[in-house]
C-alpha cells in the first residue's frame, strides 16, 4: 500500500539520524530513542483493543500504540506521511506478522481508499515525534542546524524555506500569530522580511538566530519557539488535515467504533472539541420554534465529557505529554 518515496530529502549531513539497523534498542522497541508514546493506559483502557479488533493508528510515528495494540491481540493499520516512520516500525512491529500492515499518506484521505476496511477504532496522536523532532536532517528544531524543511513526508505541500523566503507578509503575521500565538509577531516578521530581502534564509539556526537577534531572549523558552511551531503547523497543513479526518471518521468507523484524538495544541482540541459538541448533540433548540427538533448531524456518544489530561505521574517520565489533551468519542449505532 505504500507508496515509494525514498529520496525526497534534501541531501543533509547527519549525526542524529537513527537508522534502525544501528538503533540498539529497536528490537525492543526503541521506545524510548525515537518516541515515548502518551496517556498509554488511558489508550487501553478507551481503545479497548482485543483479538478480532481492527484499529487504525492514523499517526503512526514509532509504533509504541499500534505496539499496545496489537500485544493486546488487535490488527491495525499503521498510517503515518513519513517514509522513515513507516520503515522504522514497521521492522519495530514485525514480529506481529500480517495483523500489522502501513499505509503511506496524510490520514484524512484514508478513507479515500477503498480497500481499507470499516475499523473497531481509530487513534490521532497528533504533532511530530521525538524523533522527527531530534533529526537535524529534518529542520524541526531550532537547536539543530538543518535545512529550512518541515515536512513530515511527501505528502507534505512545501518546505519551511516556501513559506519563510517567498510568503507574503500579511501570511507570515497571520500564522505566527494564529499557529503560533506569539505575541511578538509583527517584530519577528518584520525582521524575517528585511534579512530575506538581502539574503534568503538556507538553515534552521539561520532563521533561529535572526529571531532571536529581533527579540531577545528572556526565560528559559526559546524565543523562536512559537515561531517554528507555526509555521511547521503550515508546512503540513496540520489544522486542514485534523478539519478533514474528523469529517471522514464516520466513512472509516464502523457503528460503535471509537474515535481517541491526543493534541497538544489549543487550536487542535479547540477544533477536536467544537467537532464532537456539534456532531454529539442530540437536539437542537432554537427560540423560533415550538420544540427541540433531532440534530441531523448527530453521529456520535462523547465517551468523556472532558479532555483527559495525563497524570503527574506520566509527566514526570514524560515531560512531552505536560500539554497533552485526550477526548474520546464512539460512533452512534444507528444514526439517524
Ligand atoms: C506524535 S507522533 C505519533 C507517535 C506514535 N503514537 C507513537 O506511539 O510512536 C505523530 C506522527 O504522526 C505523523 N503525522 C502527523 N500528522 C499526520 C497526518 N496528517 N497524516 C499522517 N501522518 C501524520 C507524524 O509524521 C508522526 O510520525
Redesign the pocket.
Same mark, same amino acid.
Given at each position: 500500500m505504500a507508496r515509494a518515496a525514498s529520496g525526497w530529502l534534501p541531501a543533509w549531513p547527519s549525526s542524529t539520524l537513527q537508522s534502525t539497523e544501528s538503533d540498539p534498542t529497536a528490537e525492543a522497541g526503541g521506545?524510548a530513542s525515537?518516541? /515515548?508514546?502518551?496517556f498509554p493506559a488511558e489508550v487501553i483502557e478507551w481503545m479497548q483493543p482485543a483479538e478480532g479488533k481492527f484499529i487504525i493508528?492514523?499517526? +503512526?510515528?514509532?509504533?509504541?500504540? *499500534? !505496539?499496545l495494540f496489537l500485544k493486546a491481540g488487535a490488527t491495525v493499520l499503521g498510517?503515518?506521511?513519513?517514509p522513515e516512520?513507516l520503515a522504522h /516500525?514497521s521492522k519495530r512491529l514485525a514480529r506481529f506478522g500480517e495483523r500489522f500492515s502501513t499505509w503511506e499518506?496524510?490520514?484524512?484521505e484514508v478513507a479515500g481508499d477503498a480497500s481499507i476496511q470499516m475499523a473497531d477504532g481509530l +487513534? +490521532?496522536?497528533?504533532?511530530? *515525534?521525538s524523533?522527527?523532532l531530534d533529526s537535524a536532517e529534518r529542520g524541526f528544531s531550532f537547536m539543530r542546524e538543518g535545512p529550512l524543511d518541515m515536512r513530515?513526508?511527501p *505528502?507534505s505541500p512545501r518546505s519551511a524555506a516556501e513559506v519563510v523566503n517567498q510568503w507574503p507578509e500579511v501570511d507570515l503575521l497571520r500564522i505566527l500569530r494564529e499557529y503560533g500565538e506569539e505575541k511578538r509577531a509583527r517584530r519577528i516578521v518584520a525582521a524575517i522580511i528585511e534579512r530575506r530581502a538581502e539574503k534568503l534564509f538556507t538553515t534552521t539556526l539561520d532563521l533561529a538566530d535572526c529571531i532571536e537577534k529581533a527579540v531577545g531572549r528572556q526565560g528559559r523558552i526559546h524565543p523562536a519557539t512559537r515561531t517554528f511551531q507555526a509555521i511547521r503547523m503550515a508546512v503540513?497543513e !496540520?489544522l486542514e *488535515?485534523?478539519q478533514h479526518?474528523l469529517e471522514a471518521v464516520p466513512r472509516l468507523l464502523k457503528p460503535g467504533g471509537r474515535l481517541l484524538v491526543?493534541t497538544?495544541h489549543s487550536l487542535e482540541d479547540r477544533m477536536v472539541k467544537r467537532f464532537l459538541k456539534a456532531r454529539s448533540t442530540e437536539f437542537l433548540d432554537n427560540p423560533a420554534w415550538a420544540q427541540p427538533r433531532p440534530n441531523p448531524d448527530c453521529q456520535f456518544k462523547l465517551l468523556a465529557r472532558k479532555a483527559i489530561a495525563p497524570t503527574q505521574a506520566e509527566v514526570s517520565i514524560n515531560p512531552r505529554a505536560r500539554s497533552a489533551k485526550l477526548r474520546v468519542a464512539s460512533l452512534l449505532e444507528h444514526q439517524s
Open positions: 521506545v525515537y518516541h /515515548a508514546p502518551v493508528d492514523g499517526t +503512526l510515528g514509532g509504533g509504541g500504540h *499500534s !505496539e498510517v503515518d506521511r513519513d516512520a /516500525a499518506g496524510n490520514h484524512c +487513534l +490521532l496522536d497528533l504533532g511530530v *515525534s524523533h522527527q513530515m513526508g *505528502s503540513n !496540520e *488535515s485534523l479526518a491526543i497538544f
